[in-house]
């Protein structure tokens, strides 16, 4: 039986580390294109934030009700579903582009936004069946799958653009036919791929008791669950804020380049996200979920030291964003895995999906409040407000080691 588990878990990393390539350029693509499309239909610039904001409305809103789905039907339905979301969201904003309709495009993109609710859900599915081993390992190479989508996906603009001239489709929405293609394939591997399914399997050897303990988790800690939680969001909170404020911070420093500043500097932070997540899963297992989310928070101190101290260095706040996304990455690959095995197997989903809510609220939240304090105390300003939620989630960390149980019936 472990060896059919083990067996079942590689293919199962596999297939959600190849629906993250497809699912992340997918929205990589239409992300970058949605504040463009909202001051265009618009004609008003004012309004392009509005179509980022719908994103993660859209994310938020669906986290919970895509975590309950699965742990009724499984991961396979809640994935597919988010993934005809998405597709039916990109459809609807071509149309919207087309009729030139603001609140159509608007409902479109929160449609995207449900869509990538199931993406984020991938990791947590890499973690069903993973052994105690191995589990950040596994939830760190699905998200470092993210990587490949995300610089993929805003490099299909251009030439998408070229081949959405050509099939006649409205302006700026040519890459979201590559965009339909991925997702499509995207639904497709998880219907056919994803058998059996992981979750169902999980929850079918916790009640039957057939399975090892490394793989199936059988105790409930509550308080270390909702820590997990809360370093997860504030971590979020973090780095969304710092890194969405950082192009116009970037745009007073250096007019005359900022569009070659800002890109590179994005994608320095966009690797320290992603592309160590793999690194940062196998110390989770090795030196502990906690230690791990702990490295994390030193990584953002440093980040927010550093912006604090030289906000005026090109140099210095490029260091500083590889630093944030470097931390934010070691937070929430062990943050998750931590809320997993703090988490009756029953219960799981709904956590998961509360967590998911809970970070990308605060994070839309904490990048509007991010824009008034930038306004007021300037980007060094920023750094240490934000350090703020570092200290907290490195003094609440002890209550992560509380093993007080919970019933199933009783516990959040």
Do not use: K
């Not at 590179?264 to 230690?291: E, K």
Request: glycine residues 10%.
């Amino acid at each position: 039986m472990t060896e059919d588990v083990a067996s079942l878990q590689r293919r199962t990393v596999r297939v959600l580390a190849a629906g993250q390539v497809l699912g992340g350029i997918a929205f990589g693509a239409t992300v970058s294109l949605g504040a463009l499309l909202a001051a265009d239909v618009s004609g008003q610039e004012s309004l392009s934030g509005l179509a980022t904001a719908s994103v993660t409305l859209g994310a938020a809103f669906c986290a919970i009700p895509l975590a309950r789905l699965a742990a009724r039907r499984g991961r396979r339905v809640a994935l597919t579903l988010g993934n005809l979301f998405a597709l039916v969201g990109i459809v609807v904003v071509i149309t919207a582009a087309a009729g030139r309709s603001f609140p159509l495009l608007i409902a479109g993109v929160i449609l995207i936004g449900a869509g990538n609710a199931g993406n984020l859900q991938s990791r947590f599915a890499a973690t069903d069946l993973a052994p105690a081993e191995r589990r950040g390992r596994d939830l760190g190479v699905v998200v470092w799958a993210t990587t490949v989508g995300g610089v993929v996906g805003p490099l299909l603009l251009t030439p998408g653009e070229a081949l959405g001239r050509v099939i006649g489709m409205p302006p700026l929405t040519g890459a979201y036919a590559f965009s339909i293609v991925a997702q499509v394939a995207a639904f497709a591997l998880y219907l056919v791929a994803l058998r059996p399914d992981p979750l169902l399997v999980a929850q079918r050897l916790a009640r039957s008791g057939e399975a090892r303990r490394d793989h199936i988790v059988d105790t409930d800690r509550p308080i270390a669950a909702r820590y997990a939680m809360f370093a997860v969001a504030g971590s979020h909170v973090v780095m969304a804020s710092v890194m969405a404020m950082t192009p116009v911070h970037l745009a007073h420093l250096a007019p005359d380049h900022v569009t070659a500043v800002v890109g590179t500097t994005i994608a320095v932070h966009v690797f320290g996200m992603y592309g160590l997540s793999p690194l940062f899963g196998i110390l989770a297992d090795r030196a502990g979920r906690i230690a791990t989310i702990l490295l994390g928070q030193a990584l953002l101190a440093a980040s927010l030291v550093l912006a604090a101290v030289a906000p005026d260095s090109q140099w210095s706040v490029l260091v500083a964003l590889f630093l944030l996304g470097a931390g934010w990455s070691a937070a929430t690959v062990a943050g998750a895995a931590l809320l997993t095995e703090s988490s009756l197997t029953a219960l799981r989903p709904r956590r998961q999906g509360m967590s998911d809510t809970i970070m990308t609220f605060s994070a839309a939240v904490g990048a509007v409040l991010a824009g008034v304090v930038l306004g007021l105390i300037g980007y060094g300003g920023l750094a240490l407000v934000a350090l703020v939620i570092v200290v907290a989630v490195t003094v609440l960390s002890p209550y992560a080691r509380s093993g007080t149980s919970a019933s199933a019936s009783t516990a959040i």
